[in-house]
């Protein structure tokens, strides 16, 4: 999803011919020497002749101003191949800028999981806030499990087009399930844009083009990602859909699923002996992550179960339910639990319109 839109008009002031950044700096030779012998930019403008004090330089998609003046020298990354070769991975210009030397393309950074007892209710929070592309976010893991995971329950009340564009997440699994409502999306090599609607499920493979184009009003999803800080970078130079169709692309180890309610029958569920709709995101993500939904049948409730997973993540779709973990917690729909590794858990008393979306996965 794209970053939040601040509803402003665009300023009136025409074609924008040229970005810059303005470095301070004086004398200008050294400061000069060292962008273009050491750092590889190339002079654009120079001036004055006799005595140059100003020039522009361009080099590695940026575009920089040297000129005489007074103020913070600023900070600019360099994403090279092998910054370790710079001890401290930093430079400094005789201006004072300093120069942070980062990796390409870094690996995700994965922190540990930090096991907790987690249990987040619709009704005492945490807050609501405005986040990407105008979307409504709750937050449904506030301590994160260290960073490891993040889960969130968004929502778009208006409806109508999303102000989305072409972008991707450096993530190590991403998915996306709806409960409220539906959305027109479009994924790369996964042909035309398609409808996900309530029940429906998305695996979103690392690094896999997308966009969100529109949705119905009171549309809500929940999703769930590892770790829980990630990037996400737009490709504003690919076009969704794309005009080929590759639907077992292997995106890291992972494939794309959209999983279809409708489509996808009722089963018995081994362990909890509800019935069960199985996502197929276990299979596509290589068994990084699973996703099901559980609804209680001719049951009310099951007998403890031990969680061999490093994290299991519930949320009440709708109904009512009593989470029992050394205690018994009322659930109503919309609220949100995690259970640590090893321990052992149960629901009772769920009302027959329970629905549960459980999350697993097995860690490393």
Same mark, same amino acid.
């Given at each position: 999803?794209? /970053?939040?839109?601040?509803?402003?008009?665009?300023?009136?002031?025409?074609?924008? &011919?040229?970005?810059?950044?303005?470095?301070?700096?004086?004398?200008?030779?050294?400061?000069?020497?060292?962008?273009?012998?050491?750092?590889?930019?190339?002079?654009?403008?120079?001036?004055?002749?006799?005595?140059?004090?100003?020039?522009?330089?361009?080099?590695?998609?940026?575009?920089?101003?040297?000129?005489?003046?007074?103020?913070? &020298?600023?900070?600019?990354?360099?994403?090279?191949?092998?910054? /370790?070769?710079?001890?401290?991975?930093?430079?400094?210009?005789?201006?004072?800028?300093?120069?942070?030397?980062?990796?390409?393309?870094?690996?995700?950074?994965?922190?540990?999981? @930090?096991?907790?007892?987690?249990?987040?209710?619709?009704?005492?929070?945490?807050?609501?806030?405005?986040?990407?592309?105008?979307?409504?976010?709750?937050?449904?893991?506030?301590?994160?499990?260290?960073?490891?995971?993040?889960?969130?329950?968004?929502?778009?009340?208006?409806?109508?087009?999303?102000?989305?564009?072409?972008?991707?997440? @450096?993530?190590?699994?991403?998915?996306?399930?709806?409960?409220?409502?539906?959305?027109?999306?479009?994924?790369?090599?996964?042909?035309?844009?398609?409808?996900?609607?309530?029940?429906?499920?998305?695996l979103q493979p690392p690094r896999i083009r997308h966009r969100v184009l529109e949705s119905s009003p009171g549309f809500e999803v929940v999703e769930v990602g590892c770790p829980a800080l990630h990037e996400t970078l737009a490709d504003h130079h690919m076009d969704l859909p794309t005009?080929?169709?590759?639907?077992?692309?292997?995106?890291?180890?992972?494939?794309?699923?959209?999983? @279809?309610?409708?489509?996808?029958?009722?089963? &018995?569920?081994?362990?909890t002996g509800f019935e069960q709709r199985d996502t197929g995101l276990a299979n596509a993500s290589g068994g990084i992550v699973d996703a099901r939904v559980l609804r209680p049948g001719a049951r009310d409730g099951f007998e403890p179960v031990v969680n061999a997973a490093e994290f299991?993540?519930?949320?009440?779709?709708?109904?009512?339910?009593?989470?029992?973990?050394?205690?018994?917690?009322?659930?109503? &729909?919309?609220?949100?639990?995690?259970?640590?590794?090893?321990?052992?858990?149960?629901?009772?008393?769920?009302?027959? /319109?329970?629905?549960?979306?459980?999350?697993?996965?097995?860690?490393?």
């Amino acid at each position: 999803m794209s /970053e939040h839109l601040i509803d402003r008009p665009r300023l009136d002031i025409g074609a924008i &011919a040229l970005a810059e950044m303005l470095v301070p700096c004086a004398p200008l030779a050294p400061t000069l020497d060292f962008f273009v012998a050491r750092l590889g930019f190339r002079v654009e403008t120079i001036f004055p002749a006799e005595e140059p004090h100003t020039a522009s330089l361009s080099g590695h998609g940026l575009r920089l101003r040297l000129a005489p003046g007074d103020g913070d &020298a600023g900070i600019i990354r360099l994403a090279c191949e092998t910054p /370790e070769a710079v001890e401290g991975r930093t430079l400094t210009a005789p201006n004072g800028t300093r120069i942070e030397l980062v990796e390409t393309d870094a690996p995700v950074d994965i922190p540990q999981v @930090k096991p907790e007892f987690v249990i987040t209710r619709r009704t005492d929070g945490p807050g609501e806030g405005v986040g990407r592309a105008g979307m409504i976010y709750r937050d449904l893991i506030p301590s994160r499990l260290g960073g490891r995971y993040i889960a969130s329950h968004i929502a778009l009340p208006e409806g109508g087009p999303v102000a989305d564009w072409v972008h991707f997440h @450096k993530i190590r699994f991403q998915l996306i399930f709806c409960r409220r409502g539906s959305a027109r999306l479009v994924y790369e090599d996964q042909g035309p844009p398609f409808i996900m609607s309530a029940g429906d499920c998305v695996l979103q493979p690392p690094r896999i083009r997308h966009r969100v184009l529109e949705s119905s009003p009171g549309f809500e999803v929940v999703e769930v990602g590892c770790p829980a800080l990630h990037e996400t970078l737009a490709d504003h130079h690919m076009d969704l859909p794309t005009p080929q169709i590759r639907a077992d692309r292997d995106f890291s180890g992972q494939r794309f699923v959209h999983h @279809k309610a409708a489509e996808t029958p009722w089963v &018995a569920d081994a362990a909890t002996g509800f019935e069960q709709r199985d996502t197929g995101l276990a299979n596509a993500s290589g068994g990084i992550v699973d996703a099901r939904v559980l609804r209680p049948g001719a049951r009310d409730g099951f007998e403890p179960v031990v969680n061999a997973a490093e994290f299991l993540f519930g949320f009440l779709l709708d109904g009512s339910a009593s989470l029992e973990r050394s205690g018994s917690y009322a659930l109503d &729909a919309a609220d949100a639990f995690v259970i640590p590794q090893n321990e052992a858990w149960a629901l009772r008393d769920c009302s027959p /319109e329970a629905l549960v979306l459980l999350v697993r996965s097995p860690g490393e």
